[in-house]
């Protein structure tokens, strides 16, 4: 399946592939290179950013109001930043789930100082093609902020209590390959049959909320025939 998440682009004192120039325009170089040699450039990574998947300690995150990004540790406010409370709905924080930024990594321990030397893997990263769509878009003012991100099954998640199989939570499909995401656009346009599939799929949360005086069948055939 494929979920919801945001893309946002941000300057890099580091080497990078995507390089944007005072001008306004970007593009992509297949070598990354150092702002440092060439003047009116500057370095930029995309990053990924979820607003669902529960922040741990390690995880690498990006604080939409300050617009830079960080990584948890032991002295994080976890509780605060995994609200999905009302009062909470303007939170700041958002996990980033892939990068073109490789210097970002989680140790396998989620506490290991980056800088020590660790085993631990790199986010995931966009294919080459998107990135490469990425600056197209950019450039011809169309900034892409929203894509679908595809999610698979991730096993079997054992209970503690009874030791019986709850449920089957949903990862990141990441290529093994390549370590990179499958990247779709965002639906914005649905055929007749497409809504009336949908329509019926969650008729039934519609129908308990607004009528008792029909079946759920007749009451989604009734909107479907008043509104397609």
Same mark, same amino acid.
């Given at each position: 399946?494929?979920?919801?998440?945001?893309?946002?682009?941000?300057?890099?004192?580091?080497?990078?592939?995507?390089?944007?120039?005072?001008?306004?325009?970007?593009?992509?170089?297949?070598?990354?290179?150092?702002?440092?040699?060439?003047?009116?450039?500057?370095?930029?990574?995309?990053?990924?950013?979820?607003?669902?998947?529960?922040?741990?300690?390690?995880?690498?995150?990006?604080?939409? $109001? @300050?617009?830079? #990004?960080?990584? *948890? +540790?032991?002295?994080?406010?976890?509780? =605060?930043?995994?609200? %999905?409370?009302?009062?909470?709905?303007?939170?700041? $924080? @958002?996990?980033? #789930?892939?990068? *073109? +930024?490789?210097?970002?990594?989680?140790? =396998?321990?989620?506490? %290991?100082?980056?800088?020590?030397?660790?085993?631990?893997?790199?986010?995931?990263?966009?294919?080459?093609?998107?990135?490469?769509?990425?600056?197209?878009?950019?450039?011809?003012?169309?900034?892409?902020?929203?894509?679908?991100?595809?999610?698979?099954?991730?096993?079997?998640?054992?209970?503690?209590?009874?030791?019986?199989?709850?449920?089957?939570?949903?990862?990141?499909?990441?290529?093994?390959?390549?370590?990179?995401?499958?990247?779709?656009?965002?639906?914005?346009?649905?055929?007749?049959?497409?809504?009336?599939?949908?329509?019926?799929?969650?008729?039934?949360?519609?129908?308990?909320?607004?009528?008792?005086?029909?079946?759920?069948?007749?009451?989604?055939?009734?909107?479907?025939?008043?509104?397609?």
């Amino acid at each position: 399946m494929f979920k919801k998440c945001k893309v946002v682009m941000l300057p890099t004192k580091e080497k990078a592939n995507i390089i944007k120039h005072d001008l306004g325009h970007i593009f992509y170089s297949k070598e990354a290179l150092n702002k440092e040699t060439v003047s009116m450039l500057s370095n930029q990574h995309l990053y990924f950013l979820s607003d669902e998947e529960e922040i741990k300690e390690g995880d690498w995150c990006y604080d939409k $109001v @300050l617009n830079v #990004i960080f990584q *948890t +540790d032991e002295h994080t406010d976890f509780k =605060y930043i995994n609200q %999905t409370d009302m009062v909470f709905v303007f939170n700041n $924080v @958002l996990k980033i #789930i892939a990068t *073109t +930024d490789d210097s970002l990594a989680i140790p =396998y321990d989620g506490k %290991t100082p980056i800088s020590e030397n660790w085993g631990g893997y790199k986010l995931p990263q966009p294919s080459q093609s998107f990135i490469e769509k990425y600056v197209e878009e950019y450039n011809n003012g169309n900034v892409i902020t929203e894509v679908r991100v595809e999610y698979e099954f991730g096993g079997i998640e054992e209970s503690y209590f009874d030791g019986n199989n709850e449920k089957l939570p949903l990862r990141l499909k990441v290529n093994p390959k390549d370590n990179t995401i499958t990247i779709r656009k965002v639906k914005d346009s649905w055929s007749r049959d497409e809504l009336i599939i949908l329509l019926n799929k969650f008729g039934s949360k519609v129908y308990g909320e607004y009528t008792r005086n029909e079946t759920m069948e007749d009451f989604t055939d009734k909107w479907i025939e008043q509104n397609l």
